[in-house]
């Protein structure tokens, strides 16, 4: 099995645009959406939710008042400050490092499970679709990402498919290297600008550290001729893939909005663009 994760330094690079249409093009595959903080493929690719489930990433204290004879210890050892004289737990304090029930003497504090998000299992025209959404403010995003991509791959087990096609999460942070341990091609996409530039190399030393095949597509190639021959420089010097360069084009945004993946609706340059990008994958993995 295969595994192909489209992942960009920063926001807004184009990195949804370019999986949704690779939803489209591909055969026999399980699309997963590891961008739990800021899910969005489900707007894009039209499902039907099967089955969905909450997501315990941690643990939160909770005090049993009738044991409690408020002594103050866990007050006390608190280093976070969550807890007030009358035992109440202030949770946006609380880090769940659960000392407070370990010391309490009279067993008063017990830590229970706290519902981070939830995970959703689909099913779309385009193929099986797993994606999931981070509660506000919460943490483990690394732990759900883990979790959508371990159904992903049972998924496809079941369903006998080959290949997993999963839209990262942009940055470096604990999510994307949840995204990318174990995968065949880190597929990056970046834009031909200083900060874009900038952000693809760093996203580029996380997988090179994982041992990660890297290809690249440059989005909106054509606002900035010098930056993208700088990009193409790049891969060669790295000797990483170019795959393709996509143009800039107000089309893209009104479809994204109407939440339709972009080859569904033209057969314009850019998705024959999309499909050759796809063609260039297909002989690497």
Not at 23 to 46: E, P, R, S
């Amino acid at each position: 099995m295969k595994e192909i994760v489209v992942i960009s330094g920063k926001g807004g690079t184009g990195k949804t645009f370019l999986t949704s249409s690779l939803a489209v093009i591909v055969q026999d595959k399980v699309i997963l959406d590891c961008d739990v903080d800021a899910a969005n493929m489900y707007l894009i690719l039209k499902h039907d939710v099967i089955s969905e489930e909450d997501f315990s990433g941690a643990k939160k204290p909770v005090v049993d008042f009738d044991r409690c004879v408020k002594c103050g210890l866990c007050m006390e050892l608190c280093r976070f400050k969550a807890i007030d004289e009358e035992v109440n737990i202030q949770e946006e304090l609380c880090e769940g490092c659960g000392l407070c029930a370990l010391a309490c003497p009279q067993k008063a504090i017990k830590m229970v499970d706290e519902i981070n998000g939830r995970v959703y299992r689909s099913k779309s025209k385009y193929g099986d679709f797993i994606y999931a959404k981070l509660g506000i403010a919460a943490e483990n995003s690394g732990k759900l990402v883990t979790l959508v991509r371990e159904i992903g791959y049972d998924t496809a087990f079941e369903e006998g498919k080959d290949l997993i096609l999963a839209d990262g999460p942009p940055g470096i942070g604990c999510p994307l290297i949840a995204s990318l341990t174990g995968a065949n091609l880190a597929l990056v996409v970046t834009e031909p600008t200083y900060s874009g530039i900038s952000d693809m190399c760093r996203v580029v030393e996380v997988a090179q550290h994982f041992n990660i095949r890297v290809g690249v597509v440059v989005n909106k190639y054509d606002l900035n001729l010098e930056r993208t021959n700088e990009i193409i420089k790049y891969t060669q010097e790295m000797n990483f893939d170019f795959l393709g360069q996509i143009p800039f084009s107000e089309k893209i945004p009104k479809v994204i909005t109407q939440g339709i993946p972009y080859v569904e609706v033209y057969e314009d340059g850019i998705s024959r663009e999309i499909y050759k990008i796809w063609d260039r994958i297909r002989l690497m993995i």
